[in-house]
Every structure is written in C-alpha cells, then in structure tokens.
C-alpha cells in the first residue's frame, strides 16, 4: 500500500500543506480539486511544485450531482477535465464524490438509476483517459446509506466504476466499513482513512482539545471512535494484496494541521504498520 494525506486539513493554503506535509515525511498528496486546477493553463508549474516538495498527486475530488439529470453532460464533461489534469500531473486515481444537500426522504430508485448512468458515463470518459473512478458514499449526499451505494454498485459498470470506501462516512451512515470493504473488494481503487470523534469530548477526554471548542464530526486517526477498525481495515486490504493509495484525512484540525497530521502519521505507522 502507499500512503498520501490530504491537505483539505490546511484549506486553502495549497503552500503551507505541502511544507508542513512533506516535513512529516509525507511523500504524496491529495488536495481540493479548485486548488490544483487553478495550475490547468501551467501544468509545469504544478508539477514543479509537487517536485519541490517531494510529492507525487494521489487523487482529485470529482463526481457531482448525479441524480440530477439536467447536469448530466456537465458532470461528465466536468470529470473528464479533472481526469485530463490528473493525467498530466501523473495520477490515475479521481473520486466521485456524490452531490447535496440530501433530501430528507433519501435517494429514490429512479434516481439512484440516473445517478448510475451519468457515473457509467463519466467514468468510461475517464477510463478512456487512463484514469480510475471511484465512488465516494458521502454523509449529506444522494448516496450516503448501504441501500443506495449497493444500488449504485449493482448499476455501474464494474470494468469502468471502481470504490473508494471512507471509513468513517461508512461508519457514520451506519455501516460496518469492513463488511461492505470485503462486499465490494474487487472494485476498491483508492481508500479514505478517517477517524470518528468520540461523542461529549472535552478538554479532560480529549487532550488534544484546548477549551470548550465544538468537536468536529472526524478527528486524527487513533483518537476516535474506530481505531480497531482502521486496523481491521488495513490488516484486510493487506489480505487482498492491495497495492492501490490509502489518504489518511482529517477535516478539521482541533490544534493545528501539523500537529493534526502528526498524530495521523504515527498512528499510520506505530499502530498500521504502514510506511508514510
């Protein structure tokens, strides 16, 4: 396995990221997709930028309103044009993250239908391109429950529509990420490491809080609520012989991004037995 961290931990300070990043001995990186596209017109310069720092891109974020059909031609046009970026910054990986806000009543089979066709679409424009697609269950979005990602899995095509498991938006949805990793393990391409914070966290539980700040929904890994699962999880993608990305992510930092990413680094490594 190869291990990249995303840098949405540093918003949108694309430079910052990759410095601190690289000086915890991070060597790739997945970073918001509106960041890396402001380089489209000078992919040099991107790439000597990732080469200063010692990276290598993983993924880009893509995917969009699916079940919505008037966008149907924009999405595909839209990912075909993060993938063509992907290509020149040499990375084959793009995640399809499904759109929101959710409706209350969740995501109808008519519309997990037309959300699977525009996903087929633009996944063979990318697989054309040399590029993987894989879908993202997202909390929030049209396809956040088992039902409509096992609807969405049985609808694509599995030669062009792959599966990026998160394991905590899995978790979080109600699913048991280790189940549905091992339902679908022909199709993961690129997984998402990240931990659940542990519910009432305060500064006394939960050190790494300074004060009475809100926790947020996900925290450094090893500090939550699925640390036996993450080593669960790893110890099954070892099984399989996955030798595909896992990002380790965190949202948002509750002290800083370096301190953040530091704790992700050592639980990846002390806990995982993964090498960063």
Request: net charge negative; hydrophobic share 35%.
């Amino acid at each position: 396995m190869k291990v990249s961290c995303h840098l949405i931990t540093w918003g949108e300070d694309l430079l910052k990221g990759l410095k601190e990043a690289s000086e915890l001995g991070y060597t790739a990186c997945e970073t918001f997709t509106h960041l890396a596209l402001a380089y489209e017109d000078d992919i040099e310069k991107f790439n000597a930028l990732l080469n200063r720092y010692g990276f290598q891109l993983s993924a880009l974020y893509g995917g969009g309103n699916f079940t919505d059909l008037s966008k149907r031609q924009h999405i595909i046009n839209r990912n075909e044009q993060v993938a063509k970026f992907l290509v020149a910054a040499g990375s084959d990986r793009i995640v399809f993250g499904p759109g929101g806000p959710r409706n209350k009543e969740g995501t109808s089979l008519e519309e997990l239908k037309i959300a699977a066709e525009t996903i087929n679409q633009a996944a063979k424009k990318c697989h054309e391109l040399g590029v993987k697609a894989c879908v993202h269950p997202h909390l929030g979005t049209e396809i956040e429950t088992e039902y409509e990602l096992d609807t969405i899995m049985e609808l694509t095509d599995p030669n062009y529509v792959f599966f990026c498991p998160d394991t905590a938006h899995l978790a979080r949805a109600g699913m048991d990420p280790l189940k549905v990793m091992k339902k679908y393990k022909d199709r993961i391409a690129y997984v998402h490491l990240k931990d659940i914070s542990p519910e009432g966290a305060d500064a006394e539980t939960f050190p790494i809080l300074e004060g009475n700040e809100q926790m947020p929904i996900f925290c450094e890994l090893g500090l939550g609520t699925l640390s036996k699962e993450l080593e669960d999880v790893v110890q099954f993608l070892r099984d399989i012989q996955y030798d595909g990305w896992v990002t380790v992510e965190i949202d948002k930092s509750t002290s800083t991004p370096y301190d953040s990413l530091e704790i992700c680094r050592d639980f990846a490594e002390k806990n995982l037995q993964l090498t960063i």
